[in-house]
């Protein structure tokens, strides 16, 4: 079974604070995404990576960045966390993403900055 | 841009009963994926039932199939038999080249 771990399940933080969100895959997936997730919002991608080293922005990339310098590693990063930033963060991988391939998602992380 | 609309934020279903999950999107390709995701509370959210765009039969699951109208843009899911377990977020998405878009998502209840 594909298997996709985020490091936390929950984490408080406080506005400022450097934050680190970390999701490993074991499958050898090449692509790899952060989703946000938000009542009444939906998934929102706010970054992906089809390589290593390799990044492209999603559609709500402000605040954040992302690193990727193993294939099953990718990390999300919350420079000077706000409160805004308060949601769940989904990460997930696939194997191709131009395709019908399934994407599979890891547990999340409801992160909240006060 | 290629845009997801369920316009079902909640529903709600008898247990045995039959639930359909409405999905609409916005595309000018022809040849395209579709796919329903599952998220339990406070659990991983899972496939439930995918659909390529070029096939014109309607995919099937167990309980779970679609009822997928290409010139709609339209993209169901219906759900019989419907089991406690059912209750959860469902969310419609589409993918051509591009990450996952995903709706916004149709809680769905399900009463015993």
């Known amino acids: 079974d594909v298997k996709v771990t985020q490091s936390s399940r929950y984490l408080v933080k406080r506005t400022g604070e450097k934050v680190f969100l970390e999701c490993v895959q074991d499958?050898?997936?090449?692509?790899m995404f952060w989703y946000r997730q938000d009542p009444g919002l939906g998934l929102r991608l706010i970054y992906f990576?089809?390589?290593?080293?390799?990044?492209e922005k999603g559609d709500i990339p402000e605040g954040y960045s992302v690193s990727r310098e193993k294939k099953e590693r990718f990390s999300l990063i919350l420079e000077s966390a706000s409160t805004n930033q308060t949601s769940m963060y989904l990460c997930?991988?696939?194997?191709?993403?131009?395709?019908?391939?399934?994407?599979?998602f890891g547990p999340g992380t409801r992160l909240t900055v006060t | 841009a290629q845009t997801v609309t369920q316009s079902q934020p909640e529903m709600s279903v008898q247990e045995a009963e039959t639930v359909t999950l409405s999905c609409t999107y916005d595309?000018?390709?022809?040849?395209?994926?579709l796919f329903w995701y599952k998220q339990p509370p406070s659990r991983q959210m899972i496939l439930v039932i995918r659909?390529?765009?070029?096939?014109?039969q309607n995919a099937t699951e167990n309980r779970f199939s679609v009822n997928f109208q290409k010139a709609a843009k339209s993209f169901s899911l219906k759900i019989s038999d419907s089991q406690l377990g059912d209750a959860a977020m469902y969310f419609c998405?589409?993918?051509?080249?591009?990450?996952?878009?995903f709706g916004k998502g149709t809680r769905l209840s399900v009463i015993a």
């Open positions: 595309t000018s390709e022809s040849d395209y994926y």
């Open positions: 990576s089809y390589d290593v080293k390799m990044k």
């Open positions: 998405a589409y993918r051509l080249n591009t990450p996952l878009v």
């Open positions: 997930a991988s696939t194997q191709i993403p131009r395709s019908g391939y399934e994407q599979y």
């Open positions: 499958m050898d997936h090449e692509n």
């Open positions: 659909q390529e765009a070029y096939k014109q």
